[in-house]
């Protein structure tokens, strides 16, 4: 079975310093990645993700990732924190089903907390 | 385009008490999911479905959870009776027909208290 491993269950940052939320994944085949992020009293709205090709996504609100093969890695960044930034972020893998649609195993998340 | 509407948003009820939510996806997307969320964790999936065939319900606790979804269309997701360990976030999501990479439109969740 796929896993994903977020490191960190929360971050706090300065207002526009960088955004590194870690995720790490397991998975036998080659993963689809993606991060989500919800706001308090709100459903997970999607952030990026990568499927193939080009293995840095970028996503919406600036944030991006990097898919590294090799450290079975899938980070999320952000060049500058904007308080709007503060919420729970989720790294989720898709594992393989026939039929369509996707089975996603999420990661427990991290929560980021941006500062003044 | 319209997203996955749930309702209710809230629900309080007391131990033993039959409870439902309800779910209505995005126009379109054949494949709709119910996952439950406890407090301070990732969505864990319950049930999946494939127009109006549940294909993956293996993480449903069949003893007091069903569902259901008639036409193919909206869902509903039911316990009976509720327990204490109950309490946590139900959300409903929906993706196209586009295959393993298509996301999952999440709608804003019911949130279940159990008194």
């Known amino acids: 079975a796929q896993s994903v491993t977020q490191l960190g269950s929360h971050v706090s940052v300065s207002e526009g310093a960088l955004v590194l939320l870690r995720c790490n994944y397991s998975s036998s085949v080659p993963p689809y990645l993606f991060w989500y992020v919800q706001y308090p009293n709100q459903g997970l709205q999607l952030l990026l993700k990568?499927?193939?090709?080009?293995?840095l996504v970028k996503g919406i609100n600036g944030f991006e990732a990097e898919f590294k093969k090799s450290e079975t890695s899938f980070h999320l960044t952000k060049p500058s924190a904007h308080m709007s930034d503060a919420a729970e972020y989720f790294c989720a893998v898709s594992d393989a089903v026939t039929g369509g649609g996707n089975k996603l195993t999420f990661g427990t998340g991290t929560q980021l907390k941006v500062e003044l | 385009e319209a997203g996955v509407v749930q309702s209710p948003r809230y629900k309080i009820i007391e131990k033993k008490q039959p409870v439902a939510f309800w779910c209505n996806p995005i126009s379109g997307h054949n494949t709709l999911y119910w996952y439950r969320q406890n407090l301070g964790q990732g969505p864990e999936l319950l049930i999946r479905y494939e127009n109006e065939e549940a294909v993956d319900d293996s993480q449903l606790p069949k003893d007091r959870f069903s569902a259901e979804r008639l036409k193919g269309v909206d869902s509903t997701l039911k316990i009976q009776p509720a327990e204490l360990g109950d309490p946590a976030v139900y959300l409903c999501?929906?993706?196209?027909?586009?295959?393993?990479?298509?996301?999952?439109?999440f709608g804003n969740g019911t949130r279940l208290t159990v008194t």
């Open positions: 999501a929906s993706s196209p027909p586009q295959g393993n990479g298509s996301p999952l439109h």
């Open positions: 990568y499927t193939t090709g080009a293995t």
